[in-house]
């Protein structure tokens, strides 16, 4: 019998009535044939509203009792779902992170995943009910509850899949799959059958909302077959995969981009060595995260480097580095904001040289100026003017024949 | 190191600010030297607006899944007041029923505490920890989480007390102790410094709604020494134990009355002898629940019982008894409404013969008509007309001296 994980996130259930919505959902799959598990996160705004309590009690809350209180959030979602599941004459239990003998590590608001102790799912999957699973929660060795951050209910979906060799893991989310590109910005923007974990991961990286980069990591590692589906329809969505069947032949399978970046250039002594390392060491310090890196030297000017942040950290970028210029021995640093990152993916890239310079040409044609390069074996990212950044999307998108 | 457990009901964790005031009130109990276990309850309306959710889902939820669902009151409740320590410089600790060891009957909705494994909680009162727990739920053997009905916060903190060996159970609310009647309908009513269990429980079981009969029951059973307190003074409250010194040689120790009493009175054949059994077997079965019985049997009229019920479920009885009119084999039914019932109780009464005399005499007295009578060793309740219930409390409670 074919074993499916279903996980909904905190729209697809914020109603009772969506509620009620989702285990009709899941009723249509069990009455395909197969067991069905359905993992899902607090109800709507459930945990602003907890963040809000502990926010009237402490301005720094000990991390283990966020999770304590954080946890609720899907305890109540599981229980409702269960009585909504009766409501309508099926049986169902619910089961929380330590009862789905979900154990992480014990890391209080971020825990991994250490192992799942499968035993009562499945043998509440063996005698015939609907298993309601709280998503983004676990407990660790010793009885702790422990959330797993960001994207966690994601995570909790695809693991489950994995100790239960699901046969499939299904995303449902408020978008019917996975784009080419935003819709909202790309007007060609069409959405994928198949992509591959490693496209996945580049687009989730690069923002794309639909999936966590951690859930599509511990998907292609285990090798969980995936798919991201509409809550509303009844559409296929788009199926994540290993080896996908290339859609006429396209070398670039999503175009993303993100506004709001900066770009900060440090110029330093030749002879002092240890700079570059300084720099980055010092900014990791204070959490400022740094994205694409490119360094030039030259013989007739001191050496300097380039690199892009987010806007928003750009004033402590700049505290940063202006308190520690002696120490770390540069000579001046310069800023530049206003700017975007537009990136290509595809897997296709890795066995065709030129897809770089070919990118390089259809923005030149447009009159973009580009003002950084990063490359990966799938990915190639480029920072334009924040102005240009529609512009660039659009004009890649309909270059690569991404568009209908 | 002495140890104390303390209890905190809803309307005293009812916002942040009040959390805050109990880690206050717990502080100042372990600067005096104290180990602090802190049990709490659900904030304010919480519960409410849980069983509302449930009910726009389903109007009979699954009573596993109510559990489920309740048990997250709580649970932000101990996460929030945990915060509210280390807020305040103290290191705490929250626990959940599961986390605190309690384990319990798999009977959701109404399980009873079995046994609590206590070493986490010991460990954490060692290492210097407030433990704060959550009331009313535990787990039952195969990990399904349960709660314990009615006053469950109270028998959690009995339980804990009892199984801690702690030297105290301290029962905080929002009144300053037990009194010797309800203050709001008797002038002279005062608060208790001592009363002994059984008392308590007499009065807790005629709806004196500081504490909960199971509570007080566990804990004479296992002798914890329980107080019932204000959570908004400083002021002693009441110290329930087992043996007390009798203020003023008090024979009576409380008066305590109820509205809204049905008579009934039903006349059956004598050859008929399973009557009165098929009466009140038929009644348990629909959950009607009978009070006092008072059977008369004359040579010259037929034989028939009087029994009283609650008002409210006056409709249902009428329709059962018409119903089995047959079945059960009785000649007529009548039924008295306007009625109420005000009891006298004092561990004093074993061994002074003619209170009952002296409590007729004194309604006598007032002109007050008394229509059932039941006695306990300890107890004394006389069902009135509902007009005379304040007049009979007033007078009663003056002529036994509680008045101050």
Redesign the interface.
Known sequence: METVVMKFGGTSVAT??K??GVAKRAIREKEKGLRVVIVVSAMGKTTDT?LE??G???S???K???D??L??GE??T???L???F??LGHEA??F?G??AGIETESVPRNARIEQIHTE?IEQALSDGYFCVVAGFQGVDKI???TTLGRGGSDTTAVALAAALRADKCEIYTDVDGVYTSDPRFVTGARKLEQISYDEMLELANLGAGVLHPRAVEFAKNNHVPLSVRASYSDEPGTIIQEVITVEKNLIVRGVAFESGIARVTVTYKKAFNGSLANIFTTLAKHHIDVDIIVQSITDDAPPSVSFSIKEDSLEETRRVLAERQEEIGFLAATYEVGLSKVSIVGSGMVSNPGVAAQMFDILRLEGIPVKMVSTSEIKISVVVPEADMKLSANALHDAYGLSR
Chains 1, 2 share one sequence.
Do not use: C
């Open positions: 009772p009535e509620i009620i907890l309590l502990a009237d009690i402490s720094q809350p000990p283990r009792e966020m304590m209180l946890a609720t305890q109540v599981i229980a409702l269960a009585m909504a009766k409501m239990l619910s929380t330590w009862q009562r009885g702790n509850i």
